[in-house]
């Protein structure tokens, strides 16, 4: 039994060991359900129930935080201890199951950390508000609408109205052979700006296809008439140096960060000091068991874990 209280966000240990004893109790009922072949599956199993056990803990702690009117920066550093100490058994037991290589580690760690940097946005020390992003049919549909009043009001024939707006129809379909996804990481507004986020664990050798979709979102967004800042918070801070990165940060039209510059903008925004928790709370070479540790020692895998 673990206590529901402020102290979860010093109780690393006790959380823990939370995790890992309701973690073996689910793995002795799913090695009994999937064969030991069967290991994509036992390790999506894992995953759910740790997930599971994860939503629980947090629905009681916000219930409780409600109930005796925590503040945002109590309910976030609490938070973040039980995510992380989710994240250390995720991880654990999905190596225990199904050991890990590179690209499968490299972009789990991507996965856990979006995920975790959101949660100062969710319960920020400064005000903002979030809002939904439009759709993209929404933002064609605009387009259209004012370019063909404009070209209603043009002194030419209906003949050649009609055959420019067929050429405007055709150069969306230039644009994209399908719906463009406007919706990224993290969408608030703050001091009447809108901003909307890209986070992003590192880039990999072969990262073009996503580079122009990124750059064609924030080319919509930059052309709408709300004040839109886009923004790109990169993980790895090795990846300044990276040309698709670079590519981004060129545009004028992202701001682009990594590292240490990512953790200063979250803190600018949503007022807490992201940078400073991981440095004080997050350890994982302690954090691991450590035969899991000396695992990721062995195949060199230590990289990943710099957050």
Not at 144 to 160: F, G, K, P, R, V
Request: aromatic share 14%.
């Amino acid at each position: 039994m673990i206590e529901i209280d402020k102290s979860l966000s010093v109780g690393k240990r006790e959380l823990l060991t939370y995790f890992r004893e309701r973690t073996a109790e689910s793995l002795e009922e799913i090695r009994r359900t999937y064969g030991s072949r069967e290991f994509k599956k036992q390790a999506t199993a894992v995953n759910r129930a740790i997930i599971k056990t994860s939503q629980s803990l947090g629905k009681t702690l916000l219930q409780k935080a409600t109930r005796e009117k925590w503040n945002n920066n109590d309910i976030l550093r609490c938070l973040l201890m039980v995510t992380h100490a989710s994240n250390v058994v995720k991880i654990e037991s999905r190596n225990d199951v199904w050991p890990y290589e590179y690209m499968a580690f490299s972009r789990r760690i991507g996965e856990l950390w979006e995920p975790f940097c959101k949660l100062c946005f969710d319960y920020p020390s400064r005000e903002l508000t979030l809002f939904v992003p439009p759709l993209f049919s929404e933002v064609k549909q605009k387009f259209t609408d004012e370019i063909e009043d404009y070209i209603d009001i043009l002194t030419i024939t209906e003949e050649q109205k009609k055959e420019l707006k067929r050429y405007y129809s055709k150069v969306w379909s230039f644009v994209a052979s399908g719906e463009v996804k406007l919706e990224l990481d993290l969408h608030f507004e703050q001091d009447g700006e809108r901003f909307i986020v890209d986070f992003k664990s590192g880039f990999g050798s072969n990262e073009k296809g996503n580079t122009n979709r990124l750059l064609l979102v924030a080319t919509i967004y930059k052309n709408l008439e709300e004040n839109y800042r886009c923004c790109l918070f990169v993980r790895a801070a090795e990846d300044r140096n990276n040309n698709y990165f670079q590519r981004l940060k060129n545009s004028s039209i992202w701001e682009a960060y990594c590292g240490s510059e990512t953790y200063a903008k979250i803190k600018e925004y949503s007022g807490f000091d992201a940078e400073d928790w991981i440095q004080q709370n997050i350890d994982w070479a302690s954090d691991f068991r450590s035969d899991t540790m000396k695992f990721f020692a062995d195949n060199d895998l230590e990289q990943y874990l710099r957050w």
